[in-house]
């Protein structure tokens, strides 16, 4: 439920929720995201992208303190004037993950796979090439050996049989928790993280940093990755109107479209009550 007053952090997924569907962020955005961090409101990017695209990821929110990515298992503070400091950096086994891969498989069939294995600049996913990955131009053509050869940081698989929504249950059925953290993020691929690795656990990170209490905190968000957070969060979670299903379930209230600058236009409104 949302509290009087202005909350004490604000965290926004990236994808679908603040960048438009052109990729783009508004002059808009970025004005409103400069007016919170102003009003002494730290800024918190939390997204599904690894540290590979650091990078594109500080431009898209250029007024956040803190950077939450790889779902959570990458935590940055940009505050420090010295330069960005590693909070948190989570990697999932490869052996953990060929074991996992393979039940998965003796399940549902053949798999699409893709690692992120590396958290260089613009360093590409590896894998077996599937033409509906949306970033072709950061991915490399690998074997499934060679993808297993060391420890990772997300894992990307599909099948062609099945939606993405029913492959990510089928696969919380057969990987417990405690061996993989199992989410999707509208990309059409299962996303397979190390274990206690999510947004949430993430944004705890930054909460405790900054002494700040999780009912204080204010999140946006648009897809299944975003439900611990919105489970964690208590000030407001806001979902956009393009959101999926099962988070606008969730949400307290729903804002804009991202293509309508919906996360701006809600902390304008915000900020000027």
Known sequence: ???????????????????????????????????????????????????????LTRNDIRAADFLVMAGGGWVVDQSDPTGPVVLRDERLPAEV???????????????????????????????DYHESWPYQDRFEARTRDEC?????????????????????????????????TLTQAGLGFVEICPPGVDKATGLTVVAQTLGVDPADVLVFGDMPNDLPMFGWAGWSRVAVANAHPTLRAVADEVTLRNDEDGVAVYLDRLLSR
């Open 97 to 127: 993950l060929a074991r996992l891969l393979a039940d998965l498989e003796a399940e549902v069939g053949p798999l699409t796979v893709m690692v992120e294995a590396s958290d260089e600049h613009d360093a590409p996913l590896w894998g």
């Open 1 to 55: 439920m949302t509290r009087p007053g202005l909350p004490k952090l604000i965290a926004t997924d990236l994808d679908g929720t603040l960048v438009r569907s052109d990729d783009t962020v508004s002059a808009y955005t970025h004005g409103v995201l400069d007016r919170v961090r102003a009003a002494g409101i730290p800024v918190v990017g939390a997204t599904g992208r690894g540290p590979r695209l650091s990078e």
């Open 148 to 180: 297993l050869a060391s420890d990772v940081i997300k894992a990307f698989a599909r099948t062609a049989d099945h939606h993405v929504d029913e492959l990510l249950a089928v696969a919380r059925q057969i990987v417990p928790p405690h061996v993989a």
